[in-house]
C-alpha cells in the first residue's frame, strides 16, 4: 500500500511542474498570433510564399548578405509544432525557406535569394478562414524592376489592351464638362475573356484558380465621370487600375471579364443609351457568364477638396458575401496605397442591386482631393491601387 501512494507522489511531483510550463505558456501565447504553415508555388515569371497564422499579423523586413537572404519579422507571434520549419523551393527565385521563433515573442522568416530589391515585395493579406497571411513574391513584378542580381528573362505579357466585353457606370449626379486630356483608345467589347498568362503554381495555393471575375470600369465614351483639380477624368483612372487588375488576376488563375476595355460606352446603342440601359449592360456581362464576383472601380468627388479617403459599398438588401467582398477589397486597397477609411456601406447603386453574384463598388479615392488625385494618376498609384483590389479578392476567396 506505501508503494502504491509514494508511486502516486512520484507520479505527481513530475506531473506539476509540466502542468505549470503549459499553464505558463498558454498564458504567454494566448494574445499572440500562431504561424501555422508555410506554402509556396513556383510561376513562369514569380515565386510566391506564403505564410499563414490564425490572427491579424504586422511584419518587419530586412535583406543581409553573404549569403543574400530577405528576413521577415512578425512580431508577437508563435510557431505552431505543425508548422514545417524549413522548405526547399525548387525555384530560379528562391532557394530556401526557414522559420525560426527568433526570440520568445517574434517568428523570423528567412528567404535565400539573390533577386534585386526591386525584384521581390512583402505584404500582409487579412481575414478569411486564414485570418492572417504574410506573403513574399519574388521575380518580375513589374516591367520598371531593376537591380536585379540574377538574369531574369523577357517574359511576355498580356496584351492588356485586348478587348474582353462589356462595361458599368454609376449615374453622375454632377456632370463637369470634360477636359482635354490623351485618351485610351477606343476598343469594342466582346464576349470572350482574355486568359493572359497564368503562373499555374501560383493559382493553387491563393484560391483564384477557376473563379470567373467580372471588372468594371467606372464610366467610359461620353461619360466622363468626376473631373478632378487638374482635368484628370475618373473614366481613364478606372480603366487604368482594372486593366492592371486583370492581369493580376489572370496571372493567378481567374478567368477575368472587362465591361469595358477602351474609352467606351458599354450598351449596344453608346452614347444614345439611356443612363439605364448603360447601367444594365455592365450588369449583363456579369450575369451572362455567371460570375463568382462583380467589381465596379470608381473615384470618389466632393465640393471640397479636402475630403479623401477610400470606400467600399454592397448592395443594401444584398448578401452577407457581397458586404465582406466590399469590406475585404476596401481594405486591400487602403493597406496599399494608405488612404483613411470612409468604411463599408450599404448603397442601391444600379449596378451592385441588379448582378446576381456577390457585388460591390469600390470609391478607391477622391479624385477631387489634389493629394489623392495625384496618386492616382500615377503609374505606382494605379498599380498599388490595383494590388490592393487584387489583395482583397484574394483574402475573399481565401
Known amino acids: 500500500m506505501k508503494r502504491v501512494v509514494f508511486l502516486c507522489l512520484a507520479i505527481l511531483v513530475l506531473c506539476v511542474?509540466?502542468?505549470?510550463?503549459?499553464?505558463?505558456f498558454g498564458d504567454r501565447t494566448k494574445d499572440m498570433a500562431e504561424v501555422t504553415g508555410v506554402r509556396s508555388g513556383d510561376g513562369a515569371d514569380k515565386t510566391r510564399i506564403v505564410v499563414d497564422a490564425d490572427k491579424k499579423v504586422a511584419f518587419k523586413q530586412m535583406v543581409l548578405s553573404n549569403p543574400?537572404?530577405?528576413?521577415?519579422?512578425?512580431?508577437?507571434?508563435?510557431?505552431?509544432?505543425?508548422a514545417k520549419l524549413t522548405k526547399s523551393v525548387d525555384s530560379r527565385f528562391v532557394g530556401a525557406v526557414r522559420v525560426a521563433q527568433f526570440d520568445p515573442t517574434t517568428v523570423r522568416i528567412v528567404v535565400e535569394t539573390k533577386v534585386g530589391k526591386n525584384n521581390y515585395k512583402v505584404f500582409k493579406l487579412d481575414g478569411g478562414e486564414k485570418p492572417g497571411r504574410v506573403v513574399l513574391d519574388f521575380g518580375n513584378?513589374?516591367?520598371?524592376?531593376?537591380?536585379?542580381?540574377i538574369a531574369l528573362p523577357d517574359v511576355k505579357k498580356p496584351d492588356t489592351a485586348k478587348p474582353a466585353t462589356k462595361p458599368t457606370?454609376?449615374?453622375?449626379?454632377?456632370?463637369?464638362?470634360?477636359?482635354e486630356e490623351k485618351q485610351e483608345p477606343a476598343a469594342t467589347p466582346k464576349d470572350e475573356e482574355d486568359k493572359g498568362d497564368e503562373d499555374p503554381d501560383i493559382a493553387s495555393i491563393t484560391g483564384m484558380k477557376g473563379k470567373v471575375i467580372t471588372i468594371d470600369p467606372g464610366h467610359g465614351g461620353n461619360d466622363s465621370g468626376a473631373i478632378g483639380p487638374t482635368g484628370i477624368m475618373e473614366k481613364s483612372v478606372t480603366l487604368r487600375i482594372?486593366?492592371?487588375?486583370?492581369?493580376?488576376?489572370?496571372a493567378e488563375g481567374a478567368t477575368v471579364y472587362m465591361t469595358r476595355t477602351g474609352d467606351t460606352e458599354v450598351a449596344a446603342n453608346g452614347a444614345n443609351a439611356t443612363d439605364i440601359e448603360e447601367l444594365q449592360a455592365r450588369c449583363d456581362v456579369a450575369n451572362s457568364h455567371n460570375s463568382d464576383?462583380?467589381?465596379?472601380?470608381?473615384?470618389?468627388s466632393f465640393s471640397s477638396g479636402e475630403v479623401h479617403g477610400t470606400t467600399g459599398y454592397y448592395y443594401t438588401k444584398g448578401s452577407k458575401n457581397s458586404e465582406r467582398l466590399a469590406d475585404k477589397i476596401r481594405q486591400g486597397v487602403i493597406d496599399q496605397i494608405g488612404t483613411s477609411s470612409r468604411g463599408t456601406q450599404g448603397a442601391n447603386f444600379y449596378v451592385i442591386k441588379h448582378t446576381d453574384m456577390p457585388a460591390t463598388l469600390v470609391e478607391v479615392a477622391f479624385i477631387s482631393n489634389p493629394r489623392e488625385e495625384k496618386l492616382l494618376d500615377s503609374e505606382d498609384g494605379v498599380k498599388k491601387a490595383a494590388q490592393g483590389i487584387a489583395d482583397g479578392i484574394a483574402d475573399y476567396f481565401g
Not at 141 to 149: A, C, K, M, Q
Open 17 to 24: 511542474p509540466m502542468m505549470a510550463q503549459a499553464a505558463e
Open 293 to 300: 464576383i462583380f467589381v465596379s472601380i470608381h473615384m470618389d
Open 169 to 179: 457606370t454609376k449615374p453622375v449626379e454632377q456632370k463637369t464638362p470634360p477636359v
Open 242 to 250: 482594372a486593366k492592371e487588375l486583370a492581369v493580376l488576376l489572370r
Open 68 to 82: 543574400d537572404r530577405v528576413v521577415v519579422d512578425i512580431p508577437n507571434a508563435w510557431i505552431s509544432p505543425k
Open 141 to 149: 513584378l513589374g516591367p520598371d524592376t531593376t537591380g536585379t542580381n
